[in-house]
Every structure is written in structure tokens, then in C-alpha cells.
């Protein structure tokens, strides 16, 4: 993945401008509920030994995806949290209590899981997620679980709009980006391609109809000559979007913006290539399109549209192109065999998050950890992540890229667009 | 409002899908018609052909070989499935038989996960099946339409194989009259493992075909069981020919609609389904 | 009987949260399996559609609750009252069928609910669903653990005792003739058509109680409940435990909750480990617990007569 000098300044003035921006707006907002400490999260900061938690062991359940189409997604939960947990065991662990991390299965019954993992395994913490339906439920019972719950995938807006910021459940937090990546800010992208009437096509749950809605309120702000000439909305599970395409293409819409995810994502695109999608449509948005597994699945066959497919995730291992994320993409590169998902990265934050906020609280009472883990500024693989204190929200940016294939094991992005997180995330109070 | 070329393109998707739930319910039916087993654990097989024909493409490069072990590895799978564990369950209700199979699918869906990953797997087109024909916007691969004669000509295979071989005819003894056959010296016990056998291949067929025009990951079966049990009860049960008029007509009528009614489109095909049954319980071909 | 009823009534007593939760969700599946008994064990119908009821139970709880009423005792009422109207409905139309068309029937029904609940975002919330099921209400405050366990747990001895009484009565009687000799029944003056319907709504109203009770103890409802994939766990309970006998569903519920919670802890293959289990149970006992229970309590009561006899000769 070489980089010539010019990509590099520009990524580089866009991860600096980005932070810069989104710090002073933060900054700005609430200056005294921004702390001013840095975390930095690499494997060489040192702990204080004189500071001690009340338990040897610090554990941690796990709950993703195990089974079924999307037990991939579970998988690299696990990953990045395996990870985390082995470098900072390696390192002393946490004050010098040791990290357990106990996985369970969100598909197998997930409020029993949650219950199960705080009541009979004894966790401190609840970590992952990936179904937004599932975060909503757990989400639910927090306050009677007591324990913090850090989201690292499922990416409903109502998780930290609607229970932390409107009812007040402040043991949940979320690291990773959530549906905004997918709705709006793919509107800024498509603003700037020189096409004006857009189809859709999303998968019919919250998630499809959010990002869709979304995308159109969006777009038609910044760019009101714009029209919605056609969608579609193939149920959770499709495995087959052949009539769905069809359809499409009978209409006259010139680009395709899709926030399918996952297996269905390289079904989509390898039947968009088949039935002609990628004659039709001259630039293609895929809001999930560079999460790994696709990446891989796809390969060099990832189809290119005339103006570009572009995409994006909740962490893309390119960017930022700092020390931390190189270093971390490598170290992952080793441990896996593989490059870093996105919910790896993500899930990985979240246990260095605990891990920095427990240091700072010096016990293991949810509520105080809570309160220091709000405001944090987290040096992260991703960036910078803000965690705002009004919805418990990370603030970071993830970049939008064109599709180029280079010869690499997977394809690459080109012309990365970066936009200040504060600028695309919505903010309080979200009417 | 919507023009010949949406029409007809849309037209042979849905011939392609039907064509694709009527193999899965062939299988099906035909061990249905025979044993009086709903084998649950039937797309489970079709799509653990899949796996298979990944496997033997992946190793040998070679299309044939690949459709051909598929075909067979499934069929001894279900006639393995049929000698361990269903034979145990014949004089069973109905419904725990189908318990069993629901327990076995949950099982073969896991092998999946364990044997090939959690990752999705995919075969590329055969060679000269690429491409397609333009028909208006969309191209109508040449795959699409070449799973569509080979379920037609499963269709003759089969109706030839029941109605005209001495194999077919001990097979619709068996199935008429399973006492009667005993006394006439035909162990029905064999023919059920032998129907098992020839279901399950047909499910690996299917599970073949699938493969180049679908990325399969595990668990995939579970979201066409239903609509081949649909397809099945639909047509009336045991009836082959009513399956394949059926299964197209679904693909083709639900393919259909998301032309029209894109956002009901599932949800009016139960809705026609349950219309169909009120008004014809036996299905629209079975006999009372 | 009284037994179970003092076993789960002492539960909340040990403390242990995550047992009294798995409490309230086994009573709370006993109730929607003993219902659906009504129809598959007494009256022979296999229904893939209960989900429908159970989540119209939920939903009315979860709307009355958030928007009109803010207490959870009104809620379940509500939810077992209005539930009426669709077990009526569905009953009238699908009840003139039998077997597989019947279950074909139910299915359609309970995935067009499954596709409404979805569909009509502004009012379910869609797939994220309806948040924030109160426990504490206008008339009753059942926050804690305990308290809403024994708040179920006062339907469960209600609706169970009620559902004994029909099963003893005539027209659980007549029900379950609808099972044996149903041609018989028309003959001595009685409606085929009236007696299903009418077992048909006992299982609907109860397992929409079994939702509404879901819905508060969740917090939360979503739409797969009314997927066929839920719709199957009744059955499935009945299977397990034995549909013959009063007490199967019950048995099988239990049974059910214990292995999920078993099989879960191989978070890896938890749905490999309980596919072996299916398999083991039907291999093994031919007919759920119940019936393997029983076959084997009068085989050793013949063992001990037997021996008795023996001795005494």
C-alpha cells in the first residue's frame, strides 16, 4: 500500500484538519465537559502501579453475531477484542488486574445472554453488538444490569438519541460510528458526482429505511436539483436481488445508493455486475462496501463504477495514516492473517476505552466509570475519538473512497474524502 | 406503464427462481410423496451440495466434476440421515419425524459454519455460460436461463422415471400401498432409503446450480425452507408436475410484483398463498 | 401441580437474579405452549402462526402502556381482551381447514403480521421496535426482579388453573374429541366448525397473555416475535414435553428453557449442541417426557405389583 507523497499530505492535512476541527467545535461546544487529557492508546504506555481496582480480574462479556449468514461479524468482534485484552494483559494488565473476556452469542436469545453474562458470570462491562434490535434491548435493561455497555457495531441512531440522551441511560456508550456514516454523510459525496437522479436500494428494517431517508433529506439540502427516481426494499436475508435489479434498472436513475452490508453486499454487486448494473449506473454508493469481508469476497472482481463505487465502514484500515494505525494494522495483520475489519477496530477502542477510564476512576462502580468515560478523548487506531457527552457517542471520522484496484490482496481506495465528524453527525437535540 | 423489456426480463428472473425453488421442492416432494417425511433438513442438503461443488471446483477446476459430486455427496447424505436416524422414527407422528429433521438441520447448517467457515463461498460462472443477451437495461445471463432448461429437463427426467421405468412404478407401489408391496416382495424399507437417495441428490443438483448465481454462507437453507414447503402444500402434496407449475408461478408472480408493488411484494405472496388454500385446500393440483 | 406452584413461587427467594428472569421466562412460555396445547394437543391442529398472538398480546401491552395508559396491569388486560378480535378473525378463516393446510394457513397469517409490525414504522417502531415498557404504573408498581416475577407468576396460577378446568370440563372434553373421533361429533348435535374455533381462541387470548407478560418483562418488543421461527417454539415444547397430557407443555417448556440456556454456553455451536439434543430427545423417549415418564412410572408400578404379588404367592 504505497502512498506517493501527495496522497499522503492530503490524507494527512484531512486527519489533521478533521481533528483539529472537530476538537475546537467540541471545544467550543461545552468547554468545561471536554477534559483536556489525552489517552493514548498504544502498547507502550505504562501504568501507575501504586492505584489498585478492587478485583484481580477485570471481565468483560463479549455479545456478536455467532451463527448463521453473519457469523463473520461476531468473529471479528472477537478479534479485535482478543487483541486488546492480550496487549494490555501483556502489559500488566489494567492497574494490575487481569482482563477475562467471557463470548456469548447475541443470536441465542439476547437479553438472556446479557442477564446471564452480569448475573452468573460476574462482568463488569458489556461489550460488541452487532444487531441494532439487539442493542435496543440491551439497551433497554441496562439500568437494571448496572453495568456500563459499550456498542461496537449496531448503528441505530435511537440507541444514544432516544436512551441516553432523552432517557437518561448513561451506562450506554457506542464507539463505533453509527447509521449517520451511512445517510448523511454519503450525501456529501454524492453532492459533488455530476449525477442527478438517484435509485436506492436498501434492505427493509430500520437500518434501510434510516440510511435511505437520510441520504434523501441530505442530498436534497446540498443539492436541491436532485431527484429519487426509483428504490427498492429486499427484506433482511435476501439472497437473491435479481428482480429487485430489474426493477431498477427499468427506471432512468443514473447512480445507485445502497446500505446493504455484508453477504448480501457481495451478492448485490456480483448481480449488479451480471445484469448489466454497472453499464447503467455511473457511480455507486455503498455505505458498508469496504467492511472486510466483502473486501475479501470481492477481490479483484470488486466492480467499478464510471465515476467510481464508493464506500466506506466504521473504520477504514487506510486512514487515518498515523503511527498508531499502522502499527495496530500490522499487529492485527499478524495475530489474524488478515486485515483489520471494521468492528475489530471498533471493538478493540471500546476495551481500551474501559481500560483508560477505569485508570482514571480507580473503581469498578459503574456510574463513576461512566462519568469518566465521558468527555474522554481517546487516541485511537481510528483516530481521535471524542466520547460527547450528551449521548455517549464516539465522535470520529471515517472516510469515504473510491474503488482502485492495485494489485494488493485486497482493493484499495482512491481520493479518500474526509469530512469533520461534527459536520455530519447530528446533534443534540435531534428533533 | 411498463415497458415489453422490463417485462420479459423480469419474466425470465422469475423463471429462474422458479425453477431454482422447484428443484429444492422436487427433492422434497418426492420424498414427501413416498415416505410421508417432511425432511426439514432438505435445503440444509441443497445448500451443503453447494459447499460442495465450491470445494471440488476449487480442487479440480472442473465444472462437471464438481456438479456431479455434489449430486452424489447428497445423495448419500440423505440416504445416510435416512438409515441412522429416520429409519428410527417411522412409526412416529408425523410431527415428531419433523422434529427430528428440524434437529438435524440445525446440526448440518453448524457443520457448515465448522467445515467451510463463516465466510461467504462463491464458484464463478462455467465459461460459456458467460454473458448474457441485453434486454433493454438489464442482461439476461445466459446462466440464468440455462437453470431454467435444466429444470425443465429434471421435470421430463423425473415424470419419465416414475411413470415409465419397472424402478418408478415399484416406487408409486410403494407409495400407493406399502403393505400390498410387502406381500408383493418389494421391501419398502429399501425404497425409502433409495428415495431419500434420489431426493437429496436432486436437493445437491439444485444446491449445485445455486452456487454460480447466489453467494452461499452458512445457514442459507433456512431462508429457503419456507418457500419450498409453500411450493409444495401449494401444488398439493406428492404431485411432481403440479410442483414445477407452481414454482414457476411463484418465482414469475413474485418477481412480477416487485415491478409493481415494490414494497409488498413478499407479503402479498403469503397473502395469495393463504387466498389459494381457503379457497382450494388441496392445493391447486392435489387430490382430496 | 401445587407442587410446581410453591417450587416457583420459592424461586425469588434464593436472590439469584438471572434464576428468577429464567422464572419468569419459563412461566411465561408455559402459559403460551399450555395455550397453543389447547389447539395442537386436545384439538389435533397444528398451527406455525401463534407468533401472530403472542406478539398482538405484546404490542397492545407495549402501545396501551407507552401512549394511552401508563400501567402495566392495564396493559395485559388490554392485550388479553383485544386479542379476542384476532383470534376470532384468524380462527373463522382458518379453522374450516385441517393438517398441513392449516399450517400452511397459520404460517401466511403470522408472517403478514410479521411484515405489518415491520411495515408500519410510524406506530411499531419497525424492526428496532417499541422501548421503555414501564413496570411502574398507575395502579401497580412492579419494578424489581421480584416483584414482577410474582406479578407473573399470579397470571401463570390464574391461567393455568383456568386452563386445567377447561381441559377437565366439557368442553375441553368435546375439544378433544375434535382430536379422536371428530366425525363422531356432528352426530350428537355439535359443530365441528364452532368447537375448533372455540379452541382456537382459548389459545389465541392465551398466548397473547404469554406476549403481554413478555412485553413487560422485556421492556421492549420487536416483530420477530411474530416470525414462524418463534411460532415453532410452542410446538416444539408441546413435542418435548408431550402433547397427550395436561403437564407436557409445561415439562417441554422447562425442558426447552434449560437446553437454550445450556446449549448457549458453547457460544461457538450452541445451535449444533441443541441440534443433538432434538435429535437425542426424539430418538430416545418417542413421544415427549410425559409419556416416556409415564410409560416408565406403570411399568415399575407393574414391577413393583409384580414383585409383590411374587412375594406373597
Same mark, same amino acid.
Given at each position: 500500500m504505497a502512498l506517493d507523497?501527495?496522497?499522503?499530505?492530503?490524507?494527512?492535512?484531512?486527519?489533521?484538519?478533521?481533528?483539529? *476541527?472537530?476538537?475546537?467545535?467540541?471545544?467550543?461546544?461545552?468547554?468545561?465537559?471536554?477534559?483536556?487529557?489525552?489517552?493514548?492508546?498504544?502498547?507502550?504506555?505504562?501504568?501507575?502501579?501504586?492505584?489498585?481496582?478492587?478485583?484481580?480480574t477485570v471481565r468483560i462479556g463479549v455479545l456478536g453475531i455467532r451463527s448463521g449468514l453473519w457469523a463473520t461479524y461476531g468473529e471479528f468482534i472477537e478479534q479485535g477484542a482478543r487483541m486488546a485484552a492480550e496487549e494490555i494483559n501483556a502489559r500488566g494488565g489494567i492497574l494490575g488486574s487481569r482482563v477475562e473476556l467471557v463470548f456469548r452469542d447475541e443470536q441465542a436469545d439476547v437479553v438472556k445472554q446479557a442477564r446471564e453474562l452480569v448475573d452468573v458470570e460476574g462482568v463488569d462491562f458489556i461489550v460488541g453488538i452487532d444487531s441494532s434490535g439487539n442493542a435496543m434491548r440491551v439497551g433497554g435493561i441496562v439500568d437494571e444490569l448496572a453495568k456500563p455497555l459499550i456498542v461496537t457495531?449496531?448503528?441505530?441512531?435511537?440507541?444514544?438519541?432516544?436512551?441516553?440522551?432523552?432517557?437518561?441511560?448513561?451506562?450506554?456508550?457506542?464507539?463505533?460510528?453509527?447509521?449517520?456514516?451511512?445517510?448523511?454523510?454519503?450525501?456529501?459525496?454524492?453532492?459533488?458526482?455530476? *449525477?442527478?437522479?438517484?435509485?436506492?436500494?436498501?434492505?427493509?428494517?430500520?437500518?434501510?429505511? *434510516?440510511?435511505?431517508?437520510?441520504?434523501?433529506?441530505?442530498?436534497?439540502?446540498?443539492?436541491?436539483?436532485?431527484?429519487?427516481?426509483?428504490?427498492?426494499?429486499?427484506?433482511?436475508?435476501?439472497?437473491?436481488?435479481?428482480?429487485?435489479?430489474?426493477?431498477?434498472?427499468?427506471?432512468?436513475?443514473? @447512480?445507485?445508493f445502497t446500505s446493504i452490508w455484508a453477504i448480501e453486499l457481495v451478492t448485490l454487486?456480483?448481480?449488479?455486475?451480471?445484469?448489466?448494473?454497472?453499464?447503467?449506473?455511473?457511480?455507486?454508493?455503498?455505505?458498508?462496501?469496504?467492511?472486510?469481508? *466483502?473486501?475479501?469476497?470481492?477481490?479483484?472482481?470488486?466492480?467499478?463504477?464510471?465515476?467510481?463505487?464508493?464506500?466506506?465502514?466504521?473504520?477504514?484500515?487506510?486512514?487515518?495514516?498515523?503511527?498508531?494505525?499502522?502499527?495496530?494494522?500490522?499487529?492485527?495483520?499478524?495475530?489474524?492473517?488478515?486485515?483489520?475489519?471494521?468492528?475489530?477496530?471498533?471493538?478493540?477502542?471500546?476495551?481500551?476505552?474501559?481500560?483508560?477510564?477505569?485508570?482514571?476512576?480507580?473503581?469498578?462502580?459503574?456510574? @463513576?466509570?461512566?462519568?469518566?468515560?465521558?468527555?474522554?478523548?481517546?487516541?485511537?487506531?481510528?483516530?481521535?475519538?471524542?466520547?460527547?457527552?450528551?449521548?455517549?457517542?464516539?465522535?470520529?471520522?471515517?472516510?469515504?473512497?473510491?474503488?482502485?484496484?492495485?494489485?494488493?490482496?485486497?482493493?484499495l481506495l482512491d481520493d479518500l474524502k474526509a469530512v469533520p465528524a461534527q459536520m455530519y453527525y447530528r446533534h443534540p437535540p435531534f428533533t | 406503464m411498463i415497458d415489453l423489456d422490463t417485462f420479459l426480463s423480469q419474466l425470465v428472473v422469475g423463471l429462474f427462481r422458479g425453477s431454482l425453488y422447484w428443484i429444492l421442492a422436487a427433492g422434497l416432494t418426492l420424498i414427501f410423496g413416498v415416505t410421508r417425511i417432511l425432511n426439514f433438513a432438505h435445503a440444509a442438503i441443497l445448500v451443503t451440495g453447494s459447499y460442495i461443488t465450491y470445494t471440488i471446483y476449487v480442487s479440480t477446476g472442473s465444472y462437471v466434476l464438481a456438479f456431479l459430486g455434489a449430486i452424489i455427496a447428497c445423495g448419500l447424505l440423505g440416504a445416510v440421515t435416512e438409515v441412522l436416524l429416520i429409519r428410527r422414527v417411522y412409526g412416529l407422528d408425523p410431527l415428531y419425524q419433523l422434529l427430528l429433521t428440524f434437529g438435524v438441520t440445525l446440526v448440518v447448517n453448524e457443520a457448515q459454519k465448522l467445515v467451510w467457515g463463516k465466510g461467504s463461498v462463491y464458484v464463478p460462472t462455467p465459461e460459456m455460460l458467460r454473458g448474457g443477451v441485453a434486454v433493454g437495461a438489464v442482461t439476461v445471463s445466459y446462466y440464468t436461463v440455462f437453470v431454467v432448461i435444466v429444470g425443465f429437463l429434471l421435470l421430463l427426467a423425473l415424470h419419465y422415471f416414475i411413470n415409465m421405468t419397472m424402478m418408478g412404478l415399484r416406487l408409486r407401489a410403494v407409495w400407493r400401498d406399502p403393505v400390498m408391496s410387502e406381500v408383493l416382495g418389494l421391501n419398502p424399507k429399501n425404497y425409502y432409503t433409495l428415495v431419500f437417495f434420489l431426493g437429496s441428490a436432486i436437493a445437491g443438483l439444485g444446491g449445485a446450480l445455486l452456487i454460480p448465481a447466489i453467494t452461499v454462507g452458512p445457514g442459507l437453507g433456512d431462508h429457503l425452507i419456507v418457500l419450498a414447503f409453500i411450493v409444495v402444500v401449494l401444488a398439493g402434496l406428492g404431485n411432481i408436475v403440479g410442483s414445477y407449475i407452481t414454482a414457476l408461478a411463484i418465482g414469475v408472480t413474485w418477481s412480477l410484483l416487485t415491478l409493481v408493488t415494490p414494497e409488498l411484494d413478499i407479503v402479498i405472496l403469503y397473502l395469495i398463498s393463504a387466498l389459494?388454500?381457503?379457497?382450494?385446500?388441496?392445493g391447486l393440483f392435489g387430490e382430496r | 401441580m401445587i407442587l410446581v406452584y410453591v417450587v416457583l413461587a420459592l424461586i425469588p427467594l434464593t436472590g439469584q437474579r438471572f434464576y428468577i428472569y429464567l422464572g419468569s421466562l419459563f412461566m411465561i412460555y408455559a402459559i403460551f405452549a399450555l395455550s397453543y396445547n389447547v389447539l395442537f394437543g386436545y384439538a389435533r391442529l397444528v398451527s406455525f402462526g401463534h407468533g401472530l398472538f403472542f406478539a398482538w398480546g405484546a404490542y397492545a401491552t407495549a402501545l396501551t402502556t407507552l401512549n394511552l395508559y401508563r400501567d402495566p396491569l392495564v396493559g395485559v388486560l388490554v392485550g388479553i381482551v383485544t386479542a379476542l378480535i384476532p383470534s376470532l378473525v384468524v380462527g373463522f378463516l382458518t379453522v374450516r381447514h385441517t393438517r398441513i393446510y392449516f399450517a400452511i394457513l397459520t404460517l401466511a397469517f403470522g408472517m403478514v403480521f410479521y411484515s405489518a409490525l415491520v411495515k408500519l414504522r410510524w406506530l411499531t417502531g419497525g424492526t428496532d421496535g417499541l422501548v421503555g415498557i414501564p413496570k411502574r404504573g398507575v395502579i401497580l408498581d412492579i419494578s424489581s426482579p421480584q416483584a414482577y416475577y410474582y406479578f407473573i407468576l399470579a397470571f401463570f396460577i390464574v391461567s393455568t388453573l383456568l386452563l386445567y378446568a377447561i381441559s377437565r370440563s366439557s368442553i375441553g372434553l368435546l375439544i378433544r374429541a375434535l382430536g379422536g373421533n371428530e366425525e363422531r361429533l356432528p352426530f350428537l348435535g355439535y359443530s365441528v366448525f364452532q368447537l375448533r374455533?372455540?379452541?382456537?381462541?382459548?389459545?389465541?387470548?392465551?398466548?397473547?397473555?404469554?406476549?403481554?407478560?413478555?412485553?413487560?418483562?422485556?421492556?421492549?418488543?420487536?416483530?420477530?416475535?411474530?416470525?414462524?421461527?418463534?411460532?415453532?417454539?410452542?410446538?416444539?415444547?408441546?413435542?418435548?414435553?408431550?402433547?397427550?397430557?395436561?403437564?407436557?407443555?409445561?415439562?417441554?417448556?422447562?425442558?426447552?428453557?434449560?437446553?437454550?440456556t445450556i446449549a448457549a454456553r458453547f457460544y461457538e455451536v450452541w445451535m449444533l449442541v441443541l441440534g443433538l439434543m432434538v435429535i437425542g430427545i426424539v430418538l430416545a423417549f418417542r413421544g415427549g417426557f410425559t409419556g416416556f415418564l409415564e410409560t416408565t412410572w406403570n411399568l415399575a408400578r407393574h414391577m413393583v405389583v409384580a414383585r409383590g404379588g411374587a412375594s406373597k404367592s
Amino acid at each position: 500500500m504505497a502512498l506517493d507523497r501527495r496522497d499522503f499530505l492530503k490524507l494527512l492535512a484531512a486527519g489533521v484538519g478533521g481533528f483539529v *476541527v472537530g476538537t475546537a467545535l467540541g471545544y467550543a461546544a461545552k468547554p468545561s465537559e471536554v477534559r483536556e487529557v489525552l489517552r493514548e492508546v498504544t502498547v507502550t504506555a505504562t501504568t501507575p502501579v501504586e492505584r489498585k481496582l478492587p478485583k484481580a480480574t477485570v471481565r468483560i462479556g463479549v455479545l456478536g453475531i455467532r451463527s448463521g449468514l453473519w457469523a463473520t461479524y461476531g468473529e471479528f468482534i472477537e478479534q479485535g477484542a482478543r487483541m486488546a485484552a492480550e496487549e494490555i494483559n501483556a502489559r500488566g494488565g489494567i492497574l494490575g488486574s487481569r482482563v477475562e473476556l467471557v463470548f456469548r452469542d447475541e443470536q441465542a436469545d439476547v437479553v438472556k445472554q446479557a442477564r446471564e453474562l452480569v448475573d452468573v458470570e460476574g462482568v463488569d462491562f458489556i461489550v460488541g453488538i452487532d444487531s441494532s434490535g439487539n442493542a435496543m434491548r440491551v439497551g433497554g435493561i441496562v439500568d437494571e444490569l448496572a453495568k456500563p455497555l459499550i456498542v461496537t457495531h449496531a448503528a441505530t441512531h435511537r440507541l444514544t438519541e432516544e436512551l441516553v440522551y432523552k432517557q437518561g441511560k448513561k451506562l450506554i456508550f457506542r464507539t463505533s460510528v453509527p447509521v449517520y456514516q451511512d445517510g448523511i454523510l454519503a450525501a456529501y459525496i454524492a453532492k459533488d458526482l455530476p *449525477v442527478r437522479k438517484w435509485a436506492g436500494i436498501n434492505g427493509d428494517y430500520e437500518f434501510g429505511r *434510516v440510511s435511505w431517508q437520510l441520504f434523501q433529506e441530505t442530498l436534497k439540502k446540498l443539492r436541491p436539483d436532485v431527484e429519487f427516481v426509483a428504490e427498492q426494499w429486499p427484506k433482511f436475508g435476501t439472497e437473491d436481488f435479481r428482480p429487485f435489479i430489474s426493477a431498477l434498472l427499468a427506471s432512468d436513475a443514473e @447512480a445507485l445508493f445502497t446500505s446493504i452490508w455484508a453477504i448480501e453486499l457481495v451478492t448485490l454487486q456480483r448481480q449488479l455486475v451480471e445484469m448489466g448494473g454497472y453499464r447503467k449506473f455511473k457511480a455507486v454508493i455503498s455505505t458498508l462496501g469496504y467492511s472486510m469481508d *466483502v473486501a475479501y469476497a470481492l477481490g479483484k472482481d470488486y466492480p467499478v463504477a464510471e465515476l467510481g463505487t464508493w464506500v466506506s465502514g466504521r473504520y477504514i484500515w487506510l486512514y487515518p495514516p498515523t503511527s498508531i494505525n499502522k502499527e495496530f494494522v500490522d499487529r492485527f495483520k499478524s495475530r489474524w492473517g488478515k486485515l483489520p475489519a471494521y468492528s475489530s477496530e471498533t471493538t478493540y477502542a471500546a476495551i481500551y476505552l474501559i481500560k483508560a477510564a477505569l485508570e482514571e476512576a480507580v473503581t469498578l462502580d459503574p456510574d @463513576a466509570v461512566a462519568k469518566a468515560m465521558e468527555g474522554m478523548l481517546l487516541l485511537t487506531p481510528a483516530g481521535v475519538r471524542w466520547i460527547r457527552p450528551e449521548d455517549h457517542q464516539a465522535v470520529y471520522e471515517v472516510p469515504y473512497g473510491r474503488i482502485a484496484h492495485k494489485g494488493a490482496e485486497v482493493p484499495l481506495l482512491d481520493d479518500l474524502k474526509a469530512v469533520p465528524a461534527q459536520m455530519y453527525y447530528r446533534h443534540p437535540p435531534f428533533t | 406503464m411498463i415497458d415489453l423489456d422490463t417485462f420479459l426480463s423480469q419474466l425470465v428472473v422469475g423463471l429462474f427462481r422458479g425453477s431454482l425453488y422447484w428443484i429444492l421442492a422436487a427433492g422434497l416432494t418426492l420424498i414427501f410423496g413416498v415416505t410421508r417425511i417432511l425432511n426439514f433438513a432438505h435445503a440444509a442438503i441443497l445448500v451443503t451440495g453447494s459447499y460442495i461443488t465450491y470445494t471440488i471446483y476449487v480442487s479440480t477446476g472442473s465444472y462437471v466434476l464438481a456438479f456431479l459430486g455434489a449430486i452424489i455427496a447428497c445423495g448419500l447424505l440423505g440416504a445416510v440421515t435416512e438409515v441412522l436416524l429416520i429409519r428410527r422414527v417411522y412409526g412416529l407422528d408425523p410431527l415428531y419425524q419433523l422434529l427430528l429433521t428440524f434437529g438435524v438441520t440445525l446440526v448440518v447448517n453448524e457443520a457448515q459454519k465448522l467445515v467451510w467457515g463463516k465466510g461467504s463461498v462463491y464458484v464463478p460462472t462455467p465459461e460459456m455460460l458467460r454473458g448474457g443477451v441485453a434486454v433493454g437495461a438489464v442482461t439476461v445471463s445466459y446462466y440464468t436461463v440455462f437453470v431454467v432448461i435444466v429444470g425443465f429437463l429434471l421435470l421430463l427426467a423425473l415424470h419419465y422415471f416414475i411413470n415409465m421405468t419397472m424402478m418408478g412404478l415399484r416406487l408409486r407401489a410403494v407409495w400407493r400401498d406399502p403393505v400390498m408391496s410387502e406381500v408383493l416382495g418389494l421391501n419398502p424399507k429399501n425404497y425409502y432409503t433409495l428415495v431419500f437417495f434420489l431426493g437429496s441428490a436432486i436437493a445437491g443438483l439444485g444446491g449445485a446450480l445455486l452456487i454460480p448465481a447466489i453467494t452461499v454462507g452458512p445457514g442459507l437453507g433456512d431462508h429457503l425452507i419456507v418457500l419450498a414447503f409453500i411450493v409444495v402444500v401449494l401444488a398439493g402434496l406428492g404431485n411432481i408436475v403440479g410442483s414445477y407449475i407452481t414454482a414457476l408461478a411463484i418465482g414469475v408472480t413474485w418477481s412480477l410484483l416487485t415491478l409493481v408493488t415494490p414494497e409488498l411484494d413478499i407479503v402479498i405472496l403469503y397473502l395469495i398463498s393463504a387466498l389459494i388454500l381457503m379457497v382450494r385446500p388441496q392445493g391447486l393440483f392435489g387430490e382430496r | 401441580m401445587i407442587l410446581v406452584y410453591v417450587v416457583l413461587a420459592l424461586i425469588p427467594l434464593t436472590g439469584q437474579r438471572f434464576y428468577i428472569y429464567l422464572g419468569s421466562l419459563f412461566m411465561i412460555y408455559a402459559i403460551f405452549a399450555l395455550s397453543y396445547n389447547v389447539l395442537f394437543g386436545y384439538a389435533r391442529l397444528v398451527s406455525f402462526g401463534h407468533g401472530l398472538f403472542f406478539a398482538w398480546g405484546a404490542y397492545a401491552t407495549a402501545l396501551t402502556t407507552l401512549n394511552l395508559y401508563r400501567d402495566p396491569l392495564v396493559g395485559v388486560l388490554v392485550g388479553i381482551v383485544t386479542a379476542l378480535i384476532p383470534s376470532l378473525v384468524v380462527g373463522f378463516l382458518t379453522v374450516r381447514h385441517t393438517r398441513i393446510y392449516f399450517a400452511i394457513l397459520t404460517l401466511a397469517f403470522g408472517m403478514v403480521f410479521y411484515s405489518a409490525l415491520v411495515k408500519l414504522r410510524w406506530l411499531t417502531g419497525g424492526t428496532d421496535g417499541l422501548v421503555g415498557i414501564p413496570k411502574r404504573g398507575v395502579i401497580l408498581d412492579i419494578s424489581s426482579p421480584q416483584a414482577y416475577y410474582y406479578f407473573i407468576l399470579a397470571f401463570f396460577i390464574v391461567s393455568t388453573l383456568l386452563l386445567y378446568a377447561i381441559s377437565r370440563s366439557s368442553i375441553g372434553l368435546l375439544i378433544r374429541a375434535l382430536g379422536g373421533n371428530e366425525e363422531r361429533l356432528p352426530f350428537l348435535g355439535y359443530s365441528v366448525f364452532q368447537l375448533r374455533l372455540v379452541a382456537f381462541t382459548i389459545s389465541g387470548v392465551g398466548s397473547a397473555l404469554a406476549g403481554s407478560l413478555y412485553a413487560i418483562l422485556m421492556g421492549v418488543v420487536t416483530p420477530d416475535i411474530s416470525y414462524w421461527t418463534f411460532s415453532a417454539e410452542p410446538l416444539i415444547m408441546c413435542l418435548v414435553g408431550g402433547f397427550e397430557h395436561f403437564m407436557g407443555p409445561l415439562v417441554g417448556a422447562f425442558v426447552i428453557v434449560v437446553l437454550t440456556t445450556i446449549a448457549a454456553r458453547f457460544y461457538e455451536v450452541w445451535m449444533l449442541v441443541l441440534g443433538l439434543m432434538v435429535i437425542g430427545i426424539v430418538l430416545a423417549f418417542r413421544g415427549g417426557f410425559t409419556g416416556f415418564l409415564e410409560t416408565t412410572w406403570n411399568l415399575a408400578r407393574h414391577m413393583v405389583v409384580a414383585r409383590g404379588g411374587a412375594s406373597k404367592s
